[in-house]
């Protein structure tokens, strides 16, 4: 019985962690940051945990707010250059922070155990701490949309200029949704070190960047059910059947071609808008019939 | 000895000048980021091994074998990931996503094709000879590498400047409607840029598989990361740029490996990059296409 | 209280000036028109002072302060809105959603307070979709609250922009362009809107080709042409001037 309850644990764990790096990818990806620099984000987090606790006495908690505050604090100074930049060129900048994090974590051997990584971390978290943190992530993540804060995000992503000429300054919240993002990849981060009880630079690689993307474009972009969704979906299906788990680089590729160009919105947001379409459908019929879309729209 | 090394830096600088100006062929003139350039790089590379080694295919025909082969897969490629997105008119995120999820697939047919191994070419597949020029020691490998790049890059100036096609090209860089109003078949169009970039990148596949006698499916990512450096070092869409620019940075890597550390010379490398894209974000050369904003107003 | 005034403002562009030398003065409790043929750089005038470009050269002063280097947000905030010539509203978002949006400015809470989703957070939404809802019935469009905007008509979708420069609290309105495409009486409708705006003390600017409404609507005329002032009076001085006739290529100022 335990052994049972062991084994989908487990995958639960893995769940909640892939839920913990959706999210922070997707806050910045709402506010309109074509940024990839979730994974690279993370792995500071989990270094900085893993340095943190082999060193030093400290526990848990000191650790994953060491994360916390080393994710925000780089994601912010990550945003200073990348808000001149815009759309692709975004993404590029971010590939190259993640790959000057890979070489420095590869260099700095004394550091960071260089490509080894960092061992025998203990493993101070489970289950719960994490259902915890992503629940807690969820919530705020929700409340933020509710407010003003999410409003603007949702502006800026669809038109920066608009929301620039209603008061809403572009710079200052996309440094905040990078801050954020940084905050949720940085802790996620420590507790995968504390769940792996070890941390490999070449887990938070250019694989973990696809993953990651994969999870919010499967799931959608816009609201914050998506990305849990596309997180809880991916990495269930290789526990589903053998070959989908030998196989995850064509799943990962296929899921982002065939949901890129069938179902763009990802399926959360896809259901979302037919939901809605429906209740305006409904409000629309009452109205007066020449009301319907004419002139150039 | 710096003269050594200086003519390493050459032969390397070659092979991503090739690489990266099939990426930037793509880039300049439609503005698709085709991040399965890698992936259709190591096709060219193992189609070029198997005709060597299933077909006794004498080099230079294993070579010709892998780019038009590699050039076929990469109009495929444009026509099963890019065009249904063309057709929507769905922004720039959902191509890359699309030529992420490509790449994906190609590296994982690959994988099995290979079952995962590295493959090696047989012993004699070219003569190794070595001569003394102006005091240094020169393969014919490495004189193979840095003239058959030359002649390639001459050829694709050649086309692109000196032909009606080439002429075609350049006025769907500038503005692809137009150019379908003044009478130029954007599909035609397409076709070519695909197929060109498709056989410059089997070809730097072949030429990297013999000069490293090693092809394995992942063998196109770092380059795929270096291609970015190089297209904006050397600017989007310029030719001559990619070339310069992929110069230099087989210049700075050399250099940096031999002098520093391997690790070292990545973060320097991407470093550099993330500064060129602070400052003079569309690089040293022109462009194929005039104003591409990549930085806000 | 609410002026908005240029001078001797410049923009070039790669060897262009769209716009040379401006000065032109916006006063709050009037309606201003600018006027002028195509590609004179109207639009441009409203770029300058909205902050979304940068000015060459002069001056431009909201109630005697300068918010020439000012950036867009901060512009905005200062009172300033504007509608575009092309309507931008966000397709995929209702048509409240879109108004919702204007009110930025005008929501207080903190950001501990979103975060941890306290109860302020949820009166200031209500507060503000009641607001949104009464500019609604101004426009006699509340039935279309929920519609997603991108399926309105042309006209409703003006209309939606311009409920969106309001909610901003603007004490200048620049109006791009709001009845191109109406006809007469839809746009005489919006010319009263307008008027009603001027009585409550905005100050507004209109951009418009429609010449009709402007000589029955504007108090003051400024006429452009390739960037340079080449007129400015009362509606009937300025329909008169020989240099306006001209500009118009002997088209029909009526």
């Given at each position: 019985?335990?052994?049972?309850?062991?084994?989908?644990?487990?995958?639960?764990?893995?769940?909640?962690?892939n839920c913990g790096l959706a999210l922070s990818q997707f806050v910045v990806l709402r506010a309109g940051v074509f940024s990839v620099a979730t994974p690279a984000l993370a792995s500071i987090g989990a270094y900085t945990a893993g340095i943190v606790t082999l060193r030093t006495d400290a526990g848990a908690g000191t650790g994953l707010l060491a994360a916390a505050a080393m994710g925000t604090a780089v994601a912010v100074i990550l945003s200073v250059p990348l808000a001149r930049l815009r759309g692709v060129f975004q993404a590029i900048a971010t590939v190259a922070f993640s790959q000057i994090v890979l070489s420095l974590a590869l260099y700095a051997t004394d550091l960071t155990g260089g490509a080894n990584g960092l061992n025998g971390i203990p493993r101070l978290i489970g289950t719960t701490q994490l259902l915890l943190w992503a629940a807690a992530v969820v919530y705020v993540l929700i409340c933020l949309s509710r407010a003003r804060i999410g409003y603007a995000f949702d502006a800026i992503r669809q038109d920066e200029t608009v929301a620039v000429t209603l008061g809403i300054s572009a710079v200052g919240h996309q440094t905040l949704a990078f801050a954020l993002s940084g905050a949720i990849a940085g802790v996620t981060g420590a507790l995968m070190a504390y769940h792996n009880r070890s941390v490999a630079p070449e887990e938070f690689g250019f694989g973990m960047l696809v993953t990651v993307l994969a999870?919010?474009?499967?799931?959608?972009?816009?609201?914050?059910?998506?990305?849990?969704?596309?997180?809880?979906?991916?990495?269930?299906?290789?526990?589903?059947?053998?070959p989908l788990s030998d196989n995850r680089?064509?799943?990962?590729?296929?899921?982002?071609?065939?949901?890129?160009?069938?179902?763009?919105?990802?399926?959360?947001?896809?259901?979302?808008?037919?939901?809605?379409?429906?209740?305006?459908?409904?409000?629309?019929?009452?109205?007066?019939?020449?009301?319907?879309?004419?002139?150039?729209? | 000895m710096i003269a050594q090394q200086l003519l390493n830096a050459l032969v390397v600088g070659s092979v991503y000048a090739?690489?990266?100006l099939g990426f930037t062929l793509i880039f300049g003139v439609h503005h698709i980021l085709n991040l399965a350039h890698g992936a259709v790089f190591m096709w060219g590379a193992f189609v070029g091994l198997y005709a060597v080694t299933l077909l006794n295919a004498p080099f230079p025909v294993a070579l010709l074998c892998a780019a038009v082969v590699a050039g076929l897969l990469s109009v495929a490629l444009d026509w099963i990931a890019f065009r249904p997105l063309r057709r929507r008119g769905a922004p720039e995120f959902s191509a890359i996503i699309s030529s992420i999820g490509a790449g994906?697939?190609?590296?994982?047919?690959?994988?099995?094709m290979s079952q995962t191994r590295v493959m090696r070419y047989p012993f004699g597949t070219f003569p190794i000879e070595v001569y003394a020029l102006f005091g240094l020691r020169v393969t014919l490998l490495q004189l193979t590498i840095v003239v058959s790049v030359a002649i390639i890059v001459a050829g694709l100036f050649a086309y692109i400047f000196y032909t009606g096609f080439g002429r075609q090209i350049r006025a769907v860089a500038v503005n692809e409607r137009t150019a379908s109003l003044l009478g130029v078949n954007p599909t035609a169009v397409y076709f070519q840029t695909f197929f060109i970039s498709g056989a410059l990148a089997g070809a730097a596949g072949v030429l990297i598989g013999i000069a490293f006698n090693s092809v394995h499916f992942l063998m196109g990512e770092p380059y795929m990361l270096r291609a970015f450096v190089v297209i904006v070092l050397g600017g989007l869409g310029s030719i001559g740029g990619a070339v310069i620019a992929g110069l230099l940075l087989g210049l700075i890597q050399t250099m940096t490996i031999a002098y520093l550390s391997s690790d070292l010379s990545d973060a320097i490398i991407f470093s550099l990059l993330f500064v060129i894209l602070l400052v003079r974000p569309t690089g040293f050369f022109g462009s194929l296409r005039r104003e591409r904003r990549v930085a806000r107003e | 209280m609410g002026q908005l005034e240029l001078a001797g403002v410049s923009r070039r562009f790669a060897g262009v000036e769209a716009v040379r030398n401006l000065s032109m003065t916006v006063e709050s409790g009037r309606i201003t028109g600018l006027i002028g043929p195509n590609g004179a750089g109207k639009t441009t005038v409203v770029n300058l002072v909205t902050g979304l470009l940068k000015l060459t050269s002069g001056r431009i002063r909201l109630d005697r302060q300068d918010i020439g280097e000012r950036p867009p947000h901060e512009v905005a905030r200062l009172g300033i809105a504007r509608t575009f010539q092309n309507i931008r509203l966000l397709k995929e978002a209702s048509v409240i959603d879109n108004i919702v949006v204007g009110f930025h400015r005008s929501d207080p809470t903190s950001f501990v307070a979103q975060t941890l989703g306290l109860p302020s957070v949820r009166r200031t939404r209500a507060g503000l979709e009641q607001r949104a809802h009464e500019l609604l019935r101004d426009f006699a469009m509340d039935e279309y609250a929920q519609c997603l905007a991108g399926e309105l008509s042309y006209g409703h979708q003006r209309r939606v922009e311009i409920m969106r420069a309001l909610a901003v609290d603007p004490q200048v309105l620049l109006l791009d362009e709001p009845v191109s495409g109406m006809n007469d009486v839809e746009a005489a409708e919006l010319g009263a809107m307008f008027r009603r705006f001027a009585e409550r003390e905005l100050a507004v600017l209109v951009i418009e080709h429609n010449m009709q409404l402007v000589m029955t609507l504007c108090d003051e005329l400024y006429v452009l042409e390739s960037g340079e002032l080449i007129a400015h009076g009362p509606p009937e001085q300025v329909r008169n001037d020989a240099r306006v006739v001209e500009a118009y290529l002997g088209g029909e100022l009526c």
């Open positions: 019985m335990t052994s049972w309850l062991s084994g989908y644990g487990s995958v639960l764990d893995l769940v909640l962690l999870y919010v474009v499967l799931g959608g972009r816009r609201s914050v059910l998506g990305p849990l969704a596309g997180a809880t979906l991916l990495t269930l299906l290789p526990e589903l059947a053998r680089l064509i799943v990962h590729g296929a899921v982002l071609m065939l949901v890129i160009i069938y179902l763009p919105h990802g399926i959360v947001d896809t259901l979302l808008i037919a939901y809605r379409r429906r209740a305006t459908a409904a409000a629309r019929a009452s109205l007066p019939i020449d009301e319907v879309s004419d002139g150039p729209a | 090739l690489f990266a994906l697939i190609l590296m994982n047919v690959a994988q099995r | -």
